[in-house]
């Protein structure tokens, strides 16, 4: 290694919390039933001054590092609890201040138990997308997903699922999906699919060395999401896009992708809380207390101030912010060490292997035989951008 400071590569991607509370209490929250309770000392809304603030800010981020495309995510809590036409104004507002010829992709993450006819219809002439979190596409998928008063959320977030299907498929995202290793994974893949979304995104759940998560041992999460790979590899991947199984691929093929969790592209995400703060990305908030603090806010600092965080420096590092373990091993290019906040060890920082090591080395072993099998009934078959052996 050489020692260089690498370069900082710019944020596309801004995560704005719209609404700091939830209409929901998740029994499995990280955000308000774990270690970091931050959010009880901030303002429930983004006000209007935060918001100016904040399009300003990424306008002159995008101005000075000449980008042409930036992500607006509208976050929470629940982020409708601001109303459709706060999101759809402040959507506007970035668009407005952004450079010429940068275009912003708005999308909010919902729990989808408040869509409904009017506010999407609000969220469409808008142009923001929407992707809604569940467990699964039943109710007992989402039992888990209750209210304030213990009630099941599963009604009304289907209702809203499905008006969002059936009326305004031009403004579906997709549904985000945490794995849960207890539920049948080919059903639940099915289950999400009657949902008929776009695009899918299923998530290992936050847990690190010292607060593990459930069901940790015996590489369940790994076969888990080997089992839906297999569903959705045999189905010809015509049924929706599913951007951890395509992320793997392109990587194994050596070719370029972006995500959090896989390989080893630098970070480029922010977020900014209901008060201005610039914090890092909420998963950190599963690990420690304070663990996503930067001490920046948009009214005193620019995103090229976070750009020179060392939180933000660490994500971007790739290799290098690696434990000596992962820089070792065979999988390094496709695998990248795993979701950062997984790697955590209290008293050791984030140099570690991840937590799902051994689940993501099932995972990523099962892709590259698919994809070598079957490419070599078709022909030869492609290197995997990994040699065999080595580390296990």
Same mark, same amino acid.
């Given at each position: ?31 308000? &039933?774990? @270690? ?6 901030? +303002? ?34 629940? +982020? ?27 999308? $909010? ?11 999407? *219809?609000?969220?469409?002439?808008? *142009? $923001? ?45 997709? #549904? ?20 008929? @979304? ?8 936050? %847990? ?9 041992? %015996? ?27 395509? &992320? ?29 703060? #610039? ?9 420690? +207390? ?76 099962? $892709? ?21 052996? %080595?580390?296990?």
């Amino acid at each position: 290694m050489s020692g260089e400071t690498p370069v900082p590569v710019p944020f596309r991607q801004f995560v704005v919390k719209m609404h700091g509370r939830c209409n929901l209490a998740c029994t499995y929250c990280y955000l308000y &039933e774990g @270690p970091d309770q931050g959010w009880r000392t901030r +303002p429930a809304t983004a006000s209007a001054e935060v918001l100016e603030r904040v399009a300003a800010r990424m306008g002159e981020h995008a101005r000075t590092h000449g980008l042409k495309d930036i992500s607006l995510v509208l976050h929470g809590g629940e +982020p409708l609890l601001a109303g459709a036409d706060t999101l759809a104004g402040f959507s506007a507002l970035v668009a407005e201040r952004a450079p010429a010829g940068c275009r912003v992709h708005t999308t $909010v993450q919902t729990n989808g138990t408040l869509l409904a006819e009017e506010n999407l *219809g609000e969220l469409a002439r808008a *142009g $923001v997308r929407v992707g809604i979190s569940l467990d699964g596409g039943t109710a007992a998928h989402n039992a888990r997903r209750v209210d304030h008063a213990g009630r099941p959320s599963w009604p009304a977030a289907a209702r809203g699922a499905r008006l969002l299907a059936e009326r305004f498929p031009q403004s579906y995202a997709g #549904i985000l999906a945490v794995v849960d290793p207890v539920l049948d994974p080919v059903e639940t893949y099915e289950s999400l699919l009657a949902l008929r @979304p776009p695009a899918l995104d299923l998530l290992l759940p936050h %847990g690190n060395w010292t607060a593990p998560p459930p069901h940790l041992a %015996g590489v369940r999460h790994g076969s888990w999401l080997c089992a839906v790979f297999d569903r959705w590899w045999t189905a010809g991947r015509r049924e929706t896009r599913v951007r951890l199984f395509e &992320e793997c691929l392109a990587l194994l093929l050596g070719l370029p992708t972006a995500t959090e969790s896989l390989g080893l592209r630098p970070f480029d995400a922010i977020v900014v809380e209901t008060d201005g703060s #610039i914090e890092l990305v909420d998963s950190l908030k599963s690990a420690y +207390p304070g663990a996503a603090h930067t001490g920046l806010d948009v009214f005193r600092h620019g995103f090229d101030d976070a750009l020179r965080h060392p939180g933000v420096v660490a994500r971007q590092a790739g290799a290098a912010a690696l434990a000596d373990q992962c820089r070792a091993c065979p999988l390094l290019e496709t695998c990248g060490g795993g979701h950062y906040v997984h790697r955590y060890r209290a008293g050791h920082g984030f140099r570690n292997p991840s937590v799902y090591c051994a689940d993501l080395q099932r995972f990523i072993r099962h $892709v590259a035989r698919r994809l070598a099998e079957d490419a070599a009934g078709a022909g030869p078959a492609p290197e995997p951008a990994f040699r065999e052996g %080595g580390a296990p």
